[in-house]
């Protein structure tokens, strides 16, 4: 099956600053690849996703991006804030399994003033 | 402002008791999944339902775990006898499946305790 790798676990970064959290994975069948955020308490929430004919795709502060050959995509957050402190998942999915998710384990990012 | 939703948000029962947990998905959408959260093994994986049929539940164990979809409203998902090791964090999402990959949206979870 699917084995979705996602790095660093812990991510501290001083409010401004920018933040990147990268993932690998290894079905090359997958091809949907969303990113979540989830604060304490909360289910995860969609952030930005990104789907296997493109590259990158930016969303104000947010850009995602995809390298199909090597297997990874990465997340950068510019201009760090504290309420961007929070866990953030990525997932990768495919059709013949209903674009079901399959997470990585998750990197919980600080952003301090 | 369309949303999933859960219920209960907490449930804290005892070892042998049944436990069911229900979802409604966002009106529309014909997909949905149920995912648990656990510390140790993350966001996993447990069924989920296409126009309110099963299609994969090879995440859930078969002998006391079971998930239904009565009608294109509710989903429910159901522990019979439940466990400690059951406790967890389970969540139902809702997408509308439409071409390559589509948005899931999570609920806000049941936060489950069997002592």
């Known amino acids: 099956g699917e084995n979705v790798e996602q790095h660093p676990s812990t991510l501290s970064v001083q409010e401004g600053d920018s933040a990147v959290i990268k993932c690998t994975y290894s079905?090359?069948?997958?091809?949907?690849f969303p990113w979540y955020k989830q604060e304490l308490g909360k289910g995860p929430q969609l952030i930005i996703d990104?789907?296997?004919?493109?590259g990158e795709k930016k969303d104000q502060r947010i850009a995602v991006t995809l390298n199909k050959t090597a297997k990874h995509f990465s997340l950068h957050i510019t201009e760090t804030q504290p309420e961007d402190s929070a866990v953030y998942f990525c997932a990768a999915s495919k059709a013949n399994s209903g674009y079901a998710l399959n997470f990585g384990k998750g990197t919980s990012l600080l952003v301090t003033p | 402002d369309a949303r999933v939703t859960q219920t209960p948000r907490h449930k804290v029962t005892e070892m042998g008791q049944e436990v069911t947990m229900r979802c409604q998905p966002i009106?529309?959408?014909?997909?949905v999944f149920w995912y648990r959260q656990t510390m140790m093994q993350g966001l996993e994986l447990l069924a989920y339902?296409?126009?309110?049929?099963?299609?994969?539940d090879s995440g859930m164990p078969k002998d006391r775990f079971s998930a239904e979809m009565p009608d294109a409203t509710l989903a429910t998902l159901k522990i019979q006898p439940s466990e400690p090791r059951d406790s967890a964090v389970y969540f139902c999402?809702?997408?509308?499946?439409?071409?390559?990959?589509?948005?899931?949206?999570f609920g806000p979870g049941t936060r489950l305790t069997v002592t």
């Open positions: 009106l529309g959408h014909n997909t």
């Open positions: 339902f296409r126009n309110r049929a099963p299609l994969d």
């Open positions: 999402a809702s997408g509308l499946s439409l071409g390559q990959g589509y948005e899931q949206y």
């Open positions: 079905d090359s069948a997958s091809n949907y």
């Open positions: 990104i789907r296997s004919n493109v």
